[in-house]
């Protein structure tokens, strides 16, 4: 097909002007050239049909660009883990099990984290097998879903992830109480028809009430009850919700879930722990032995870690000054050296807003100012380790301005090294390399932060070295 935008003598493109008559003379014709990039050349070139094998292919180059991506890993090897708890075997003696089939999903890492140890600590202390979940981030059946125009997993097992009593482990600490098993087992048992089932709802649940006064109402609930496999109906209320997480009122258990296995025999998963000594390099410890050891106390000298959010915090961080929100309450501990005080602010609606950004969306200068008033207190911090979900090259303004203040290196998320099954647990290696650092600044809005300072609260290290932007 000749081009539409063709210059080549076509007579049907050329309009004759002026005519001979008896009283004009003749005259040479003239010939005006008409252009043909109209809209009626475009009509010839883009057919409909051209339109819609274009717009048929859109989605095509959609797909391959995410799946050229990668596939993200099944995870069968840990499925094959879990299966063979020796926990999971029918010949075994049967304890009671809690289930909470209202769990948390398609949310964050770290809120399915929180509210994990909540569920199996109510589980341990009313001596019944907590029934663990995977961390589902979608229902479909198929076993991808699309985030960040890229495949993820929809289900990782949880031991991809956590180890300790929570994920099925041992408890040294209280080796008589049942174990937890997961969901597949726990179908196995009682999915029949014939198995002896309670339900029990939330709906009249002291829901707004201190965790202790919270948790011995489940006691006392849970204690009655006679049959093999129970569940918690909580489509009246989450049995423990955000409101409960971010509020003081959590305090109330901390004294006995510091203590309880669910935090004193909790670990991370070999597969988070292999990543960690994988970027020994990076982290740079006084000794390997301190990455190997899970429940060493010790920890990675001269290193401070830094928990910088971004992505959806550019819209969070604003509603928050909003809504007037506090600390999440784990990071009220009394303890903790560093308090959020709005009161100042109440009635200046700029002044409060700017007052949450300096704690919850700082800036590069404030951030490099923070650390080093935190260097003054430890002046043997030299390098910094930054928990991100920001792109890569948007950390090197900070890399630069930590150079020019002083420190010896920053490494961050997008530094590490990872294979494909370790790319989507990155969040839990971020975690596990925080709770060794000698000195963690976290956001005190995050639930990430939050359980970061527990385990290292649980862990026995100094509540001094957990600070706050």
């Keep these: 097909m000749r081009s539409a935008f063709s210059w080549t003598f076509r007579p049907e493109e050329y309009i004759l002007l002026g005519a001979t008559s008896p009283s004009i003379p003749p005259r040479t014709t003239k010939y005006r050239r008409q252009h043909s990039c109209s809209w009626r050349s475009f009509i010839r070139v883009f057919t409909l ?3 819609l094998v274009s717009v048929t292919l859109v989605p095509v180059f959609l797909f391959l660009a995410i799946v ?4 993200p890993p099944n995870y069968d090897d840990i499925r094959s883990f879990e299966h063979h708890l020796p926990q999971h075997s029918l010949s075994r003696h049967q304890p009671q099990y809690l289930r909470f089939p209202g769990h948390l999903w398609g949310f964050g890492f770290n809120n399915v984290l929180q509210e994990a140890i909540l569920m199996s600590y109510l589980a341990y202390a009313t001596n019944v097998s907590f029934v663990f979940e995977d961390y589902t981030w979608s229902h479909l059946p198929l076993p991808w879903t699309i985030y960040d125009f ?6 990782i097992p949880l031991n991809a992830l956590i180890s300790g009593p929570t994920a099925g482990g041992p408890m040294p600490s209280a080796p008589n109480a049942p174990r937890a098993v997961n969901a597949e087992f726990y179908t196995q048992v009682c999915g029949g028809p014939d198995s002896q089932k309670r339900v029990i709802s939330s709906l009249t649940a002291p829901n707004d009430a201190d965790g202790d006064v919270m948790i011995d109402w489940w006691v006392d609930q849970l204690a009655s009850v006679q049959e093999p496999c129970i569940e918690i109906d909580s ?11 971010g509020n003081p009122r959590i305090l109330s258990v901390w004294e006995s879930l510091t203590k309880s296995p669910m935090l004193t025999d909790f670990a991370w998963s070999p597969l988070v722990q292999a990543a960690v000594s994988r970027n020994f390099a990076l982290l740079q410890p006084e000794s390997a032995k301190d990455l190997y050891d899970a429940h060493s106390r010790k920890s990675l000298a001269g290193l401070v870690a830094v928990h910088l ?13 909003k809504w007037g929100a506090d600390y999440m309450g784990i990071n009220q501990h009394p303890s903790l050296p560093d308090r959020f005080d709005r009161s100042p602010y109440v009635n200046d609606t700029d002044a409060r807003l700017s007052y949450y950004l300096d704690h919850c969306w700082p ?8 650390l080093r008033n935190i260097r003054k207190e430890y002046p043997g ?13 948007s950390l090197d303004d900070l890399k630069n301005a930590l150079e020019e203040d002083g420190w010896d290196d920053l490494v961050s998320s997008t530094d590490i090294v990872l294979d494909s099954e370790q790319k989507h647990v990155a969040m839990a290696i971020d975690m596990a390399i925080a709770e060794k650092a000698e000195v963690f600044i976290g956001n005190g809005f ?7 300072v527990m385990l290292r609260m649980a862990k026995g290290m100094e509540a001094e070295s957990n600070r706050f932007l």
């Excluded at 800036?363 to 923070?370: G, K, L």
């Excluded at 911090?381 to 090259?393: D, G, H, I, P």
């Excluded at 995050?446 to 970061?452: T, Y």
């Design 49 to 51: 049909r051209k339109v």
């Design 68 to 71: 050229c991506q990668g596939i």
């Design 150 to 155: 890229a495949l993820r997993p929809a289900r």
């Design 235 to 245: 489509s009246a209320h989450d049995v423990f919700d955000r409101h409960f997480f």
């Design 309 to 321: 959010r971004r992505g959806d915090y550019k819209r969070h961080c604003p509603n928050l000054a």
């Design 363 to 370: 800036s590069t200068e404030q951030v490099v100012e923070r």
């Design 381 to 393: 911090l030299k390098r910094v380790y930054v928990l991100s979900n920001e792109w890569a090259w």
């Design 446 to 452: 995050s639930s990430l932060s939050s359980n970061v």
